[in-house]
């Protein structure tokens, strides 16, 4: 480096100066140095001349260690927010201002509560409380409202800083995974509606805790809150003090010891209201490898009416077990010209390695994609390292450590270029998305199983948008009115409607959409032979957390011949 003025270098120049300060400083009273002292004033000099050539080697590191601290932070496709105590914005990158729609600097000085749904303010209210009262790492889940009209929903991780004046929060977008989730919901309210009738409950129970979880409908069987103790004294307890002596000796003797599958019909007093009703248990044990029982897992089933009316009731024993969990996200950074990689912990056991194996997975970093998935991956990559996508985004599967495959969410972005736009650097994420993936799948299964179910009912089952437009009848309805699935959809479901019901049919709907309540009515239907019967209509709403309808599931059941039979008792 030179500078400007006298072509020096900047060593030169400085050395120039120094000698001219010795020069006009006065001459020091020495007397002549010996051997001894010169040689040991050189060994001072060169070890001073050491130490400064370290400090500068160091300063040269910490700079470029902190421009690449800059560039990851402005680069991250996660949001970074630095936080007051009052929630006041100080700083962010691109990303997290990409998160709330504004420019940063328009959201400096502003309030993040500003941006959360009102929905999800109790959450995020909590979350930021607990930063600064526990000092210690916090999440949440929240849905944000980005300038003031575009949802999304994100994860939150919070800490305070060591000054406890300030907070950094870091934000991941979980849309698609929140969407999986209602989506599930939905399917599983479905179930459930269709199931609820025989009133089944699931529970599971833990040997080594003693402890048992439920479920609602199963709390409801029971009649108790989430007060009641759960184990397994607080089990008898529910049950028929005539039957307590009958259960436990069971348990014990089928179950724990002869490893018997659990099936047992018994009675219990609910707790609610006192009254006796008959149940059905039925469950499968866990057992450690010494024959221990550890686990019980089941449905318990209110047959009441089937005992009181010895009549057969069709059993079912559904359980449905999905867990989605936070986004876990690992970071990456590579050097595409050397190669190098950079893993964070996360990333690290994603694919089943440990921190300190980084070099292991930088060496087969190339052999982890799934061979089916490679041509995918490489085309999205190609298409970002070309400039035609601003994100590098594909869902993929990478091998871990032990040759298993996990789905993972790849997200990275170019951040350096050099002079002929080659790119020189990229950083991303992984996020382990296997359970979603098998979330969707379940889905999948779980709205054919919801037709196949819907298709061997003897009633017509129906279901509608919110504003009564029909999108689903199953074939016992066109069997009936004779109109196909076209002609039904839309509005085209009230056409069977006897002209004298149609009015008063439109009434009770309206008036159940407007309370958020059950629809029930009794109107005559046209088949398609031209002929009018009896028909007794349901309907109840699926609801978001907000209590916004989304959809009307319901059934039509004949009741001619009932009508029939009660207007010959009312003339006889």
Same mark, same amino acid.
């Given at each position: 480096?030179?500078?400007?003025?006298?072509?020096?270098?900047?060593?030169?120049?400085?050395?120039?100066?120094?000698?001219?300060?010795?020069?006009?400083?006065?001459?020091?009273?020495?007397?002549?140095?010996?051997?001894?002292?010169?040689?040991?004033?050189?060994?001072?000099?060169?070890?001073?001349?050491?130490?400064?050539?370290?400090?500068?080697?160091?300063?040269?590191?910490?700079?470029?260690?902190?421009?690449?601290?800059?560039?990851?932070?402005?680069?991250?496709?996660?949001?970074?927010?630095?936080?007051?105590?009052?929630?006041?914005?100080?700083?962010?990158?691109?990303?997290?201002?990409?998160?709330?729609?504004?420019?940063?600097?328009?959201?400096?000085?502003?309030?993040?509560?500003?941006?959360?749904?009102?929905?999800?303010?109790?959450?995020?209210?909590?979350?930021?409380?607990?930063?600064?009262?526990?000092?210690?790492?916090?999440?949440?889940?929240?849905?944000?409202?980005?300038?003031?009209?575009?949802?999304?929903?994100?994860?939150?991780?919070?800490?305070?800083?060591?000054?406890?004046?300030?907070?950094?929060?870091?934000?991941?977008?979980?849309?698609?995974?929140?969407?999986?989730?209602?989506?599930?919901?939905?399917?599983?309210?479905?179930?459930?509606?269709?199931?609820?009738?025989?009133?089944?409950?699931?529970?599971?129970?833990?040997?080594?805790?003693?402890?048992?979880?439920?479920?609602?409908?199963?709390?409801?069987?029971?009649?108790?809150?989430?007060?009641?103790?759960?184990?397994?004294?607080?089990?008898?307890?529910?049950?028929?003090?005539?039957?307590?002596?009958?259960?436990?000796?069971?348990?014990?003797?089928?179950?724990?010891?002869?490893?018997?599958?659990?099936?047992?019909?018994?009675?219990?007093?609910?707790?609610?209201?006192?009254?006796?009703?008959?149940?059905?248990?039925?469950?499968?044990?866990?057992?450690?490898?010494?024959?221990?029982?550890?686990?019980?897992?089941?449905?318990?089933?209110?047959?009441?009416?089937?005992?009181?009316?010895?009549?057969?009731?069709?059993?079912?024993?559904?359980?449905?077990?999905?867990?989605?969990?936070?986004?876990?996200?690992?970071?990456?950074?590579?050097?595409?010209?050397?190669?190098?990689?950079?893993?964070? @912990?996360?990333?690290? $056991?994603? &694919?089943?390695?440990?921190? !300190?194996?980084?070099?292991? +997975?930088?060496? %087969?970093?190339?052999? =982890?994609?799934?061979?089916?998935?490679? @041509?995918?991956?490489? $085309?999205? &990559?190609?298409?970002?390292? !070309?400039?035609?996508?601003? +994100?590098?985004? %594909?869902?993929?599967? =990478?091998?871990?450590?032990?040759?298993?495959?996990?789905?993972?969410?790849?997200?990275?972005?170019?951040? !350096?270029?050099?002079?002929?736009?080659?790119?020189?650097?990229?950083?991303?994420?992984?996020?382990?998305?296997?359970?979603?993936?098998?979330?969707?799948?379940?889905?999948?299964?779980?709205?054919?199983?919801?037709?196949?179910?819907?298709?061997?009912?003897?009633?017509?089952?129906?279901?509608?948008?919110?504003?009564?437009?029909?999108?689903?009848?199953?074939?016992?309805?066109?069997?009936?009115?004779?109109?196909?699935?076209?002609?039904?959809?839309?509005?085209?479901?009230?056409?069977?409607?006897?002209?004298?019901?149609?009015?008063?049919?439109?009434?009770?709907?309206?008036?159940?959409?407007?309370?958020?309540?059950?629809?029930?009515?009794?109107?005559?239907?046209?088949?398609?032979?031209?002929?009018?019967?009896?028909?007794?209509?349901?309907?109840?709403?699926?609801?978001?957390?907000?209590?916004?309808?989304?959809?009307?599931?319901?059934?039509?059941?004949?009741?001619?011949?009932?009508?029939?039979?009660?207007?010959?008792?009312?003339?006889?």
């Amino acid at each position: 480096m030179k500078t400007e003025k006298t072509g020096l270098t900047e060593n030169a120049s400085l050395r120039q100066k120094a000698e001219e300060i010795i020069r006009n400083r006065p001459p020091a009273k020495t007397g002549p140095l010996t051997e001894t002292d010169t040689l040991k004033l050189m060994h001072e000099l060169e070890v001073l001349q050491l130490e400064l050539e370290m400090q500068s080697d160091m300063l040269q590191q910490a700079v470029e260690n902190a421009a690449l601290a800059v560039a990851s932070y402005n680069n991250d496709p996660l949001g970074y927010f630095t936080l007051s105590r009052d929630g006041t914005i100080g700083e962010l990158n691109p990303s997290g201002a990409g998160f709330l729609g504004k420019k940063r600097t328009d959201l400096v000085n502003s309030h993040f509560r500003d941006f959360i749904a009102s929905g999800s303010l109790p959450v995020y209210d909590d979350f930021f409380r607990k930063i600064f009262g526990t000092g210690t790492r916090q999440t949440c889940e929240v849905r944000l409202i980005a300038d003031h009209h575009t949802s999304s929903y994100i994860y939150l991780e919070g800490i305070a800083v060591a000054d406890e004046h300030n907070c950094m929060v870091s934000a991941l977008d979980i849309s698609e995974r929140k969407s999986v989730e209602d989506a599930l919901q939905v399917s599983e309210f479905f179930f459930r509606e269709s199931q609820r009738a025989a009133f089944i409950g699931s529970y599971e129970t833990d040997f080594i805790s003693g402890f048992w979880k439920s479920s609602e409908v199963l709390d409801q069987i029971f009649g108790i809150d989430q007060n009641w103790v759960r184990n397994i004294a607080g089990w008898l307890d529910i049950t028929h003090p005539e039957d307590r002596e009958m259960m436990d000796r069971y348990l014990k003797e089928e179950v724990m010891a002869k490893k018997m599958p659990f099936r047992k019909e018994y009675r219990i007093i609910r707790k609610s209201d006192g009254e006796t009703r008959w149940v059905m248990g039925l469950g499968k044990a866990g057992y450690d490898s010494a024959g221990n029982i550890i686990s019980l897992i089941g449905t318990i089933q209110d047959i009441t009416e089937r005992r009181r009316a010895e009549e057969a009731l069709k059993e079912s024993e559904k359980r449905l077990s999905f867990a989605m969990e936070g986004a876990n996200d690992g970071l990456w950074d590579v050097n595409m010209k050397t190669g190098a990689l950079f893993l964070s @912990p996360r990333g690290c $056991e994603i &694919l089943g390695y440990m921190p !300190e194996e980084l070099d292991v +997975i930088a060496s %087969v970093w190339s052999d =982890l994609v799934n061979p089916e998935d490679m @041509p995918l991956t490489m $085309e999205r &990559l190609n298409a970002h390292l !070309e400039g035609h996508s601003d +994100i590098f985004h %594909v869902e993929q599967r =990478l091998k871990t450590k032990s040759g298993q495959f996990k789905w993972v969410l790849t997200r990275g972005k170019i951040v !350096e270029r050099d002079g002929h736009d080659n790119p020189l650097r990229m950083v991303g994420t992984h996020t382990d998305i296997t359970e979603r993936k098998l979330a969707e799948e379940a889905l999948v299964l779980r709205e054919e199983e919801f037709r196949m179910l819907a298709e061997s009912m003897p009633q017509i089952v129906w279901i509608t948008r919110a504003d009564g437009w029909n999108i689903y009848f199953n074939q016992r309805w066109v069997d009936y009115t004779g109109l196909s699935l076209e002609e039904s959809s839309g509005a085209g479901w009230n056409k069977p409607f006897h002209p004298d019901d149609r009015q008063r049919a439109w009434d009770a709907w309206e008036a159940a959409v407007k309370g958020l309540g059950t629809y029930s009515i009794e109107c005559r239907l046209q088949s398609k032979d031209g002929t009018y019967r009896w028909w007794l209509i349901r309907g109840v709403p699926i609801t978001d957390e907000q209590g916004t309808i989304l959809k009307w599931f319901g059934t039509c059941t004949d009741i001619e011949d009932i009508k029939k039979s009660a207007e010959k008792l009312n003339t006889s």
